[in-house]
């Protein structure tokens, strides 16, 4: 199975702050990885695929860059609303994996 | 908008099967690929495997043995049965559409927590 390692674990940050979240693979997964964001009692959403493409309908702050095992989910400008935990997974193989989320808190 | 909506009993005793449906509205359940995934308490999601209305089927190998997914396409309905379950089972489960054999998944349901106890 592919393992999928992100970091941190859990950010704080403030309205308006720019934050990355990094997304590693065990091995290559080329460009087949999402980000979803949570919230609490909630189900996944699907922000970005094919590690950069935005999906339909999420704000534009959102963007995502990488290839091959090293992934990036940047929010250019925090808004209340993005305080929530961020999961990437990797479709390049099966069984599909996810990371181990990172939790977005309010500093 | 196609929506997503998981059914099915909340507690399972230990040993016995877990039988879960998804039932897809809004859209065809035809020319997709539907999954099930799960997230244990606090802790990361975990896919179970997919179904795919041809009947192709892809399963993780950790649950392999015990997970059968299927699809009633006359109900527009997805359904998950693990057998011999146990407390570790104990989670949300959640059904996911996905357009393509290798995919993210772009709809999931609000997903539907199942607890393994006596």
Redesign the interface.
């Given at each position: 199975?592919i393992q999928m390692t992100q970091s941190p674990s859990t950010l704080s940050a403030s309205v308006g702050d720019r934050v990355t979240i990094t997304c590693r693979a065990s091995q290559s997964i080329s460009s087949?990885l999402?980000w979803y964001q949570q919230k609490p009692g909630?189900?996944?959403?699907?922000l970005i695929?094919?590690a950069s493409s935005l999906?339909s309908g999420v704000p534009s702050r959102f963007s995502g860059s990488g290839s091959g095992t090293e992934f990036i989910l940047t929010i250019s400008s925090l808004q209340p609303d993005d305080f929530a935990t961020y999961?990437c997974?990797q479709?390049?193989?099966?069984?599909?994996?996810?990371?181990?989320?990172t939790k977005l808190e309010i500093k | 908008q196609v929506q997503l909506q998981e059914s099915g009993p909340g507690l399972v005793k230990p040993s016995e099967t877990l039988s879960l449906t998804c039932t897809v509205s809004g859209g065809s359940i035809s020319s997709y690929y539907w999954s099930w995934i799960r997230q244990p308490p606090g802790k990361e999601l975990e896919w179970i495997g997919y179904f795919h209305y041809s009947g192709s089927t892809n399963y993780n190998p950790s649950l392999k043995s015990r997970v059968t997914i299927s699809v009633d396409t006359s109900k527009s309905q997805l359904s998950l049965k693990l057998n011999s379950v146990i407390a570790a089972d104990t989670a949300v489960y959640y059904c996911a559409r996905a357009n393509c054999y290798y995919c993210y998944m772009d709809v999931w349901g609000k997903g539907t927590t199942v607890t393994v106890s006596s």
């Open positions: 199975d087949w999402a909630k189900a996944p959403k699907l695929y094919k999906e999961y997974q479709y390049n193989s099966f069984p599909y994996t996810f990371g181990q989320g | -």
